[in-house]
């Protein structure tokens, strides 16, 4: 009987191994660690395709770098999965993304061999040169290798850092890992110069080689290079000129194929040996690389939920109800269908914003302006300085990228632009690094700024028309990922007056939830317990935080004994920002006992969304007992299940 070998995967216990394995083995090595990859994102879900591109590149780096003494350093770490499985964590793939489990990113708390935490774009540079300095300086560290897409590299912190190493001329390597595609397919005069460089690779039968060829002459001697120029010069009558890179500092290598391995590592092996100052390897991949479903997907299967291997099928959502961000980009094309000057920006998430929606409809008035938020701010602010009606569609945690040209650019000219904050509040597997917790804080301390939330979808529509109808100053409104209620959508959005919230429940005066956001439905749930406990509780939806309903404010602690304010956002938000207001107008001296329920001063790790605020206190049950403490009550054991009706 014939003794099968033992796949080649298996005799990697971390990166050393492979820098013992011949170059055949480690093409075995990147195959079956395709496959595995496949395998663990078909159980968990998350970012598949990012992560399928750079499976060459991560078997040939970690060969030829001394990691994790060598610091290798993935911008935004969305593709790290199998990075992940060479560094030891193969047997918690199976928790990728999951509560208590592995992280989708890299985390330094995980891992020896993540020295840099990652999730936002374009700081892996920044990173690099900051550990090649430490290098310099005496610091036990080795090379510092950074990886960005090309996506990353167009936005500007980027460039900041490559200016940065390319004047401080130190030893660093940065490899471009150039797929044509980020999240939605790449935009800018970056992307079309990187895209007319690669051409050679992609297209030239030869173009591998040439580039091969061009990569190693770098090493070469002076005058062997100055010679081969020439010769270029007398054979194509065309003058050598440096690339972009070259001119930043950079030694320029490439480009080269990112799915050939003995490129690859014929490339870094002599970057290695021979660099002494900053290098850019510019590689080409394909995202999504070995797997059909994925290379023949629009989206490249970016980020995927749970699917079968041998369809791509993913599986689907039980939920009856829209998302949050259908029904933002359903009502602002709706909007932009009766005023031709409403525009919306997004900053490389046209479909994660929903403005997608709007620019199937109206495509001239959609603009993504790539990883870019600063610019996406300050453009949709010089749009509304021109009579324009901009709505600039960023994730909370992503927004925070852009905050001084929120300060500068917007609120203090006081133009009216229109802030859709998505992923508001805590946002599930991606964890803590996408988690919309500052958002109230950071925008309700700015003069002018109007700060909204959204208790449910119908909430959603009527703050989109009243976003639309407000021009004078800026206004935000805030909403979360997932699904609504399943309430009645209204056919039109109503435009809401100003600083005013609404009574939901009118309870007998013993305790008062004032809810800023969709937890408004989690109140519900605690006001259903506690009354069949045989406690009365009023249920008021602030709408805003800026400006504060006064007045509903005031009602609310003359007739309670207790108020509580309950959001979905960090400490220094909403509560504090009533808490201040009623300190002001001299309300904390009425003796009503004042409590907030916000999220913790902490990070919270990735879960279900669910289980996230299980663990924040901020969910049903939390606010029950915020409750029961605050009237010195007993707390009783009640079935929660029944109390929403059904819901989840």
């Known amino acids: 009987m014939t003794r099968q070998p033992t796949p080649t995967l298996d005799r990697v216990a971390g990166p050393a191994d492979l820098r013992h394995m011949t170059d055949p083995e480690l093409r075995s090595v990147a195959d079956e660690l395709r496959a595995e990859v496949i395998d663990a994102v078909s159980r968990t879900g998350g970012h598949l395709g990012s992560s399928l591109g750079v499976v060459e590149l991560s078997v040939a780096i970690h060969a030829v770098f001394d990691t994790p003494r060598d610091k290798l350093i993935w911008d935004v770490g969305h593709q790290c999965y199998p990075h992940k499985i060479l560094t030891g964590r193969r047997d918690r793939m199976h928790t990728l993304r999951q509560g208590g489990g592995i992280s989708g990113f890299t985390k330094r708390s995980e891992s020896e061999y993540d020295p840099f935490g990652a999730a936002h774009s374009s700081t892996s540079i920044s990173a690099a040169l900051g550990f090649t300095v430490a290098r310099d300086m005496g610091m036990p560290t080795g090379d510092a290798i950074a990886v960005i897409g090309d996506g990353s590299i167009s936005a500007g912190m980027a460039y900041e850092a490559l200016n940065n190493a390319g004047h401080e001329k130190r030893r660093m390597f940065v490899i471009l890992n150039d797929n044509e595609m980020s999240i939605a397919p790449p935009v800018g005069a970056m992307s079309s110069y990187l895209s007319s460089l690669s051409d050679l690779t992609r297209k030239g039968p030869f173009g591998g080689l040439v580039a091969l060829a061009e990569g190693m002459e770098k090493f070469a001697p002076k005058e062997v290079r100055d010679g081969a120029r020439r010769a270029r010069e007398l054979v194509t009558g065309l003058e050598s000129r440096g690339t972009f890179f070259e001119e930043l500092g950079f030694d320029y290598i490439g480009p080269i194929d990112g799915h050939d391995m003995t490129q690859l590592l014929s490339v870094l092996r002599g970057a290695r040996a021979r660099c002494t100052g900053p290098v850019l390897i510019h590689c080409c991949t394909v995202k999504g690389k070995g797997y059909a479903p994925a290379e023949g997907s629009t989206d490249k299967y970016h980020g995927v939920s749970k699917f079968d291997v041998g369809s791509g099928v993913q599986a689907k959502s039980t939920a009856n ?24 920006i997004t900053a490389a998430m046209p479909n994660g914003t929903g403005v997608d929606r709007m620019a199937k409809r109206f495509p001239g ?9 600063q610019h996406g701010v300050t453009f949709a602010a010089g749009m509304a300085a021109a009579g324009l009606k901009p709505f600039c569609a960023i994730y909370s945690t992503f927004l925070q990228r852009g905050y001084d040209q929120v300060v500068h650019d917007v609120a203090l000219q006081g133009l009216p ?15 803590a690094t996408h988690a919309g917790a ?9 003069p002018g700024m109007v700060v909204m939330a959204a208790a449910d979808e119908a909430e959603l529509k009527h703050m989109v028309a009243t976003a639309a109808a407000h021009d004078s100053g800026p206004i935000a409104f805030r909403y979360p990922r997932g699904n609504g209620t399943g309430v009645a959508l209204p056919e039109r959005g109503e435009v809401l007056e100003i600083g005013k919230g609404r009574m939901i429940r009118e309870g007998t005066g013993d305790v008062a939830l004032l809810s800023f956001g969709t937890h408004l439905s989690e109140c519900e749930t605690a006001a259903t317990v506690l009354a069949a406990e045989g406690l009365s509780v009023t249920i008021a939806d602030a709408r805003f935080a800026k400006p504060l309903d006064m007045e509903l404010i005031a009602r609310l602690v003359q007739t309670h004994g207790a108020v509580i304010t309950v959001e979905q956002g960090a400490e220094g938000g909403f509560g504090a920002m009533v808490l201040q207001a009623m300190a002001g107008q001299g309300l904390l001296d009425l003796g009503c006992r004042m409590r907030t329920l916000c999220l913790p001063d902490r990070f919270i790790d990735q879960a279900s969304p669910d289980e996230m605020y299980r663990d924040a206190g901020l969910d049903a049950e939390g606010i029950i007992a915020a409750v029961c403490r605050v009237l010195g009550r007993d707390r009783k054991v009640v079935d929660l299940a029944a109390a929403r009706g059904g819901r989840s």
Request: proline fraction near 4%; charge should be negative; avoid cysteine.
């Open 438 to 446: 500052f958002d109230i804080g950071y925008l309700g301390a700015l």
């Open 417 to 431: 632009v229109r802030f859709a904050i998505d992923r508001a509040g805590l946002v599930g597997a991606d964890g």
């Open 365 to 373: 008035r959609v603009f993504d302006v790539g990883i870019a938020e």
């Open 321 to 344: 109800a829209p998302s949050y961000t259908a029904v933002f980009g359903d009502a602002l094309t709706e909007e932009a269908a009766r005023d031709p000057a409403i525009v919306a």
